[in-house]
Nanobody, 117 residues
Framework: QVQVVESGGGLVQPGGSLRLSCVVSGNIFRFSAYNMGWYRQAPGKQRELVAR???????NYADSVKGRFTISRDNAKKTVYLQMNSLKPEDTGVYYC?????????WGQGTQVTVSS
């Protein structure tokens, strides 16, 4: 069993910041080999990729968050982070953490981020 737990969401005003964390535990071998991603789903919309860091260290961002969000990982702690700055109302949604290696595909339960004045 593998557990993926996100935290750090909340209500923030436009222009504010939040830091999301995703902790992975359980029967996972060589966390560093896994590709880690943050996705989000806004009401009435499909889930979309926000940021991803693969095992080699290569990072990709959605165009809408480039320059504002930063993804990072701490393999020793089996944790991935998403630092979100200059938040906008359109960043509102449920943010999910994904752990992926081949057929092994795990998701957390999500954490709500609401950007509103």
């Amino acid at each position: 069993q593998v557990q993926v737990v996100e935290s750090g969401g909340g209500l923030v005003q436009p222009g504010g910041s939040l830091r999301l964390s995703c902790v992975v535990s359980g029967n996972i071998f060589r966390f560093s080999a896994y590709n880690m991603g943050w996705y989000r789903q806004a009401p009435g919309k499909q889930r979309e990729l926000v940021a991803r860091v693969v095992s080699s260290g290569t990072i990709n961002y959605a165009d809408s968050v480039k320059g504002r969000f930063t993804i990072s990982r701490d393999n020793a702690k089996k944790t991935v982070y998403l630092q979100m700055n200059s938040l906008k109302p359109e960043d509102t949604g449920v943010y999910y953490c994904n752990v992926l290696l081949g057929k092994y595909d795990y998701w957390g339960q999500g954490t709500q981020v609401t950007v509103s004045s």
